[in-house]
């Protein structure tokens, strides 16, 4: 009789059966997003890498010639005002962004009704990046709204920022900064937030001013976060391409804003040589290795973990 009450037909699935049918349920669900990354991300890396080793224009049977695409781009002289060009951008953009965002999300922190200024913040992380392009590239024309106003208040002539390598360089690294403010603000506020006050109320007692509390207390609690974004942030302006597109009509004046996207592209796309294309992502992919593996070996020195 106890039998037949262990094993009997009624007696629920046992605990392993429970454990199947919720690996098929999870599977199931994984399933379109494992998909997806196989259909856009896995198989896409796999043909850029071998096209990166034969000669291809997009019609035909590539033609494997080795490493020859590889030691064409690394001599190119167009490659390398790309990287040098890329680099500008993020060594400028990332530290002046992070650095603008924690101001911002300190003061906001502090205010009330902040929830309107993080809204008029965050209006361009939502925007279009074509649409910036477009209003930005009126705003610095010759005749644009900020030359008129250098020109009235300074008596300044009128200046064609996208009409010179480094001001249209220059002009790409101040869209960047401007349009991507509000996300850096939002997640930074979150990191304020979450500081406990009593530690903060601690380091005022010890003596500690609002200076000294925040670059002794708050900006160690809030490091982790830092590191976090200087790392999206760098990956993200190695990966500028729609700003230089649209903003300065491709790579701008003498290549002034050609960037190691706009290059694969324009190699890829404009002149059908697939083989150097893929090349030259396989240089950028690299490139962003070394950037994010030297960022994650200076953590050591900048980045306290609580606990």
Not at 220 to 238: D, E, H, K, N, R
Request: aromatic content about 14%.
């Amino acid at each position: 009789m106890t039998t037949t009450a262990v094993t009997g037909a009624g007696h629920p699935p046992s605990r392993r059966g429970w454990r199947d049918k919720d690996k098929y349920w999870g599977m199931f669900f994984v399933a379109p997003q494992a998909l997806g990354m196989l259909l856009f991300t896995l198989i896409p890396f796999a043909a850029a890498f071998l096209l990166a080793f034969t000669e291809w224009n997009g019609f035909g049977v590539p033609e494997f010639i080795g490493f020859e695409n590889f030691r064409d781009q690394l001599t190119s002289p167009l490659l390398g005002r790309a990287i040098v060009n890329t680099l500008v951008i993020a060594v400028v953009t990332v530290p002046i962004g992070l650095f603008l965002a924690i101001i911002g999300a300190t003061v906001l922190n502090k205010i009330r009704g902040r929830a309107f200024y993080l809204v008029l913040f965050f209006a361009p992380v939502v925007t279009s990046a074509v649409a910036i392009a477009l209003i930005w590239q009126q705003l610095l024309r010759a005749d644009g709204v900020i030359s008129g106003f250098l020109t009235n208040t300074f008596d300044i002539p009128p200046i064609d920022w996208l009409g010179h390598p480094w001001l249209a360089l220059l002009a790409v690294c101040l869209v960047t900064i401007w349009s991507s403010l509000g996300l850096n603000i939002v997640i930074f506020m979150a990191g304020l937030q979450s500081i406990s006050p009593s530690v903060l109320e601690a380091a005022a007692i010890d003596g500690a001013g609002p200076v000294a509390r925040f670059f002794k207390v708050t900006l160690p609690l809030l490091s982790p976060i830092v590191f976090y974004q200087s790392v999206v942030a760098f990956i993200s302006s190695l990966q500028t391409f729609d700003l230089v597109f649209v903003l300065v009509n491709n790579a701008g004046p003498d290549n002034g804003t050609r960037t190691i996207v706009y290059h694969i592209y324009d190699l890829g796309f404009a002149k059908s040589q697939f083989g150097l294309s893929s090349a030259a992502s396989i240089v950028l992919l690299g490139l962003t290795l070394v950037i994010t593996a030297i960022q994650f070996g200076a953590q050591k020195k900048f980045v306290h973990y609580e606990g």
